[in-house]
């Protein structure tokens, strides 16, 4: 029996030695992997560590995020302001030019407008000063209707729709009460005035018509989506 066999750590040289293989160095360096592999219990190169995840709203690292959608994606195509919206406000546009001219004739001789309100009054108690109050009245409630359409009529030339749709029931109201109230008498001025009332229908129903045609209808919806974009 040899000394090496009764030894229970067995010879000091031999320390380390792996049966069949080289002695092993305890001092050096652990082994590395083969190039491109992982080593043994650590994740992929790209992911956290198992049980680890990124804050939300971010990419894991080592991924590219997903290409977004182009801006101005689903925009409609521009356009320009038509001519059913341009002949349109013009219709508006010049009736009320009409309805100035028209005030004015009605106004301009205020003695000979108070003696006929007197003449076709029925009414005992009216008086001239009565009279000569209520001229002055419509006359300052004509100017505020004159003033606030034109006003109607420039923002619906800048695109706004509820500009639109009101011009739209003021015409229509001009309409239905102008064919009632051009039953008018005799003489040259009343003559005139009814031929202004008769054009002044006449433009606001053309007005009516073009601003409601399909072109005018895709505009106005055009602009409304400019401005909820802010590009207008």
């Not at 995020?65 to 409609?76: I, K, L, N, R, V």
């Amino acid at each position: 029996m040899t000394s090496g066999q009764n030894d229970p750590y067995g010879d000091p040289g031999q320390q380390g030695q792996q049966p069949g293989g080289p002695p092993q160095d305890w001092n050096a360096p652990p082994a590395q992997p083969p190039y491109g592999q992982q080593p043994q219990g650590q994740p992929p190169y790209g992911q956290p560590p198992y049980g680890q995840q990124p804050p939300y709203g971010q990419q894991y690292p080592g991924y590219t995020p997903a290409p977004s959608a182009p801006t101005g994606y689903g925009a409609p195509t521009p356009m320009e302001r038509p001519t059913t919206v341009r002949a349109g406000i013009g219709a508006f546009v010049a009736g009320l030019v009409l309805a100035v001219v028209s005030s004015i004739v009605t106004f301009a001789d205020f003695g000979d407008l108070i003696d006929q309100t007197l003449r076709e009054s029925t009414d005992p108690a009216l008086t001239e000063d009565l009279a000569r109050t209520g001229i002055l009245i419509g006359v300052v409630i004509t100017l505020i209707i004159i003033g606030l359409e034109a006003l109607f009529i420039w923002f619906a030339w800048q695109g706004r729709n509820w500009a639109r749709i009101v011009l739209w029931v003021l015409g229509g109201l001009g309409v239905v009460s102008g064919l009632f109230g051009l039953a008018a008498g005799t003489g040259a001025t009343t003559g005139f005035l009814t031929s202004l009332g008769w054009f002044q229908l006449l433009l606001s129903a053309v007005g009516i018509v073009l601003l409601a045609l399909k072109p005018s209808n895709d505009w106005y919806r055009y602009r409304g989506w400019q401005r909820a974009n802010g590009q207008g």
